[in-house]
């Protein structure tokens, strides 16, 4: 597999959320707006880039046995160091997603990068595995956010474009899981038919 | 490189060294963005303060602890030429959908509501989150009432607050975060 294909599998192939179904707490939770799917999706991908970097230098040194916790230590760790880091220089960014950054720890996505590539790749492909997974992920939260918003709020990214409140139901969870499924079927459909 | 056997000291020094690492770099982040974030946050404070309250060149702030409460509010008394201008003050309710919610609520001196401004909540993004100004208007309604003859209460339990919709448990929280502040305000004033 070369670098370009390990970089684009995030988006159709193997796409964390569209086909893997990973990481779908926060896919759920946080998709109201598509503003909120896209800064998830992009902290997602900087956690997901930073550990598959440090699991993948580090891969030798830990013993098997103990790689599960080590590599939770390291993804919580860099999930701290955004939280803390946007708190500080950019208070508006962290208004908005302050609540969902913490989510990110238990993010399946992130440990099963570091757990099923990083642990067993160089350090150039689980780079660019994360940034492709991240990409692909951020990609999926902002369709699912933008569908949300459009029929439950009237708008995208925060404009309005009809008077008082659409289908309230799209904001709320029973919403985020019928409007994942028809993405799902229309990812499906797609990859068929190409 | 071979990989490390797991042995049980293999196994202890590994986590040791990773937990100590994580560790020195989270108290380093830390450090740095200590004094950022302070800021970040009196910021937002003081901005609150002066959107919630007319024009005002001097600050009083003490704190009180409410009848009933476990934490106390913060008053701030605003003075404009030594006249008393207002007060603003800083309010929670526990009754939110999901944890505790902070206001800033203005009153003049006679006890009307100014303006207000939510500060922190955990509120459902796209319903109870609407009590935020920045989300819609909602709370623009509580401005210019007097809570003694404008019942703090959502009209579904009698009162004649428009609550939020699909949303009703966070704006009965705003409503008893507000009638908190005004039940200390009063008891100030009668002192």
Known sequence: MNQLQNFTKGFIKDNPVFVLLLGLCPTLGVTTTAINGLGMGLATMFVLVMSNLVVSLIKNLIPDKVRIPSFIVIIASFVTIVELTMQAYTPALFEALGLFIPLIVVNCIVLGRAEAFASKNNIISSVIDGLGMGLGFAFALFLLGAVREILGSGAILSMKFIQGDGMLVFVLAPGAFIALGYLIAIMNRLKKTT | ?191
């Open chain 2, 1 to 191: 490189m071979a990989k490390k056997e797991s042995s049980f000291v293999n196994m202890v020094l590994t986590l040791f060294v990773v937990t100590a690492v994580a560790a020195l770099a989270l108290g380093g982040v830390y450090s740095v963005t200590k004094e950022p974030i302070a800021i970040a946050k009196l910021m937002k404070t003081e901005k609150a303060i002066s959107e919630v309250l007319p024009e005002f060149d001097n600050i009083q702030e003490y704190k009180i602890l409410p009848e009933g409460g476990s934490d106390s509010l913060t008053f701030f008394k605003a003075t404009k030429n030594g006249e008393e201008v207002g007060t603003a003050i800083k309010t929670y309710t526990d009754r939110g959908f999901s944890g505790r919610v902070w206001i800033m609520v203005g009153l003049n001196p006679e006890g009307v509501i100014n303006n207000t401004a939510v500060l922190e909540h955990k509120e459902t993004p796209g319903l109870g989150d609407k009590m935020d100004k920045a989300k819609s208007d909602w709370s623009n309604q509580f401005n210019g009432k007097n809570p003694t003859e404008f019942k703090l209460k959502v009209t579904k339990n009698g009162g004649d607050v428009d609550a939020i919709t699909a949303a009703t448990i966070s704006s009965r929280a705003f409503c008893d975060a507000v009638q908190r502040a005004y039940n200390e305000f009063e008891k100030q004033d009668k002192r």
